[in-house]
């Protein structure tokens, strides 16, 4: 289950909780509102708001008739909407991922560029220039 973390660089997007709760209904139909909310860290009545908009867009379906029997279930639409969420998600956490390979890389060399010679080396160097 996609769930989103709290995080000082990474803002929760409208389209990170949407992949968040179809995540969690896609992993347990008979998750609760209440359940998906603390999975995702959304409060109850965002995640109804979800929900509302889902079943409006028929991304989802609801059967049963109280909290207890209520199940939801992702349409077709949903399971699409779903793989496209993730597609999108992964895609965007490796260009994350390879940025920061290549900011670490940039580091390294530029922490590299600025360590200083051993003296050996730095001697033989004056050495070769003396002599010429």
């Known amino acids: ?22 995540s969690a209904i896609c ?9 998906i909310g603390t999975a995702t ?3 109850s009545s ?3 708001n979800y929900i509302k908009e889902f079943l409006a867009n028929e991304l989802i ?10 199940q939801y279930h992702l349409t077709t639409k949903g399971r699409e ?3 496209s969420f993730l597609d999108s998600y992964s895609a ?5 991922y390879e940025n920061a390979q290549e900011s670490i890389k940039k580091i390294v060399e530029l922490s590299d ?20």
Not at 61 to 70: A, E, H, K
Request: overall charge positive; charged content about 25%; aromatic content about 2%.
């Open 92 to 96: 965007e956490i490796n260009g994350i």
């Open 46 to 48: 965002m995640v109804n």
């Open 1 to 22: 289950m996609i769930t989103s973390i709290k995080s000082k660089f990474l803002t929760p997007s409208k389209e990170l909780r949407r992949l968040s709760i179809l």
């Open 113 to 132: 560029s600025l360590t200083p010679e051993p003296l050996t080396e730095r001697a033989e160097k004056k050495q070769l220039i003396v002599n010429g």
């Open 81 to 83: 909407e779903l793989k």
């Open 61 to 70: 379906t609801v059967s049963g008739n109280t909290n207890r029997s209520r």
């Open 41 to 43: 860290n959304l409060s």
């Open 27 to 35: 992993n347990d139909s008979k998750i609760s509102q209440h359940k």
